[in-house]
């Protein structure tokens, strides 16, 4: 089993639109910390947001992290054109020095 | 300021041939990673660098692929002879801390595409 697992979509979504996406990983420490990346097409990917067990916004971007149920989600309220990207749920290793990357979940905004 | 900057961009070779990837990390970044993402698959971690001493290669595939970073500047990774399954993207990224809880984030550059037919 991956240790970090995602629907890879696509997700196609107007704009205006509320999107969730889920993540489930395994293998984890209690201190175990995950973050979501953003990568868009043939570009490298860059970091969006840490994830939080108390829940963290950033603008129109809420991530989630339940530990008892070993998921975490990214909701993404107002859709924008430019929120079209691969979203890449990211764990981070024991050792603190290595990111384990889900295979992503892309997301298609439409007009 | 220049982000992590990879070099080449693509790069095809024949089964049996040898390529070399650069990497030149964020100025004043002790640390750098290889990456790579092979068709379809997620990103997996290669190995990290803290100067220019490997502290973690457990990613490295096999013996064909070679890490350096001689100075603690500037990153290449030889895979020499390649296989058709070395194709993919390698991504490079460094970081200024090597502890990623804090922030996790990490400068990746925008990767060099492999193929290997």
């Known amino acids: 089993r991956k240790e970090v697992e995602q629907d890879p979509g696509p997700f196609n979504v107007p704009e205006g639109a509320t999107v969730a996406f889920n993540c489930t990983y395994s293998n984890s420490g209690s201190s175990q910390s995950f973050f979501w990346y953003r990568q868009d097409c043939r570009k490298e990917p860059k970091l969006l947001m840490s994830v939080y067990s108390s829940g963290n916004e950033d603008g129109r971007f809420t991530a989630q992290l339940n530990r008892a149920s070993q998921y975490i989600s990214l909701l993404i309220r107002d859709s924008k054109l430019s929120d079209s990207a691969t979203y890449l749920c990211v764990s981070l290793s024991g050792g603190y020095n290595k990111l384990i990357f889900g295979a992503g979940t892309r997301l298609a905004v439409h007009p | 300021e220049a982000g992590v900057t990879q070099f080449p961009s693509h790069s095809v070779i024949e089964k049996g041939q040898t390529v070399t990837l650069r990497c030149d990390p964020i100025s004043g970044h002790d640390n750098l990673y290889w990456y790579r993402r092979v068709m379809g698959k997620e990103i997996k971690f290669l190995l990290h660098f803290v100067k220019e001493s490997k502290q973690d290669e457990s990613g490295m595939p096999n013996n064909r692929f070679l890490a350096e970073r001689t100075g603690g500047t500037y990153s290449t990774l030889k895979v020499q002879p390649a296989e058709l399954e070395d194709s993919g993207v390698y991504f490079c990224?460094?970081?200024?801390?090597?502890?990623?809880?804090?922030?996790?984030?990490?400068?990746f550059g925008e990767g060099s595409r492999l193929t290997v037919l």
């Open positions: 990224a460094s970081s200024l801390t090597g502890r990623l809880a804090n922030t996790g984030e990490l400068f």
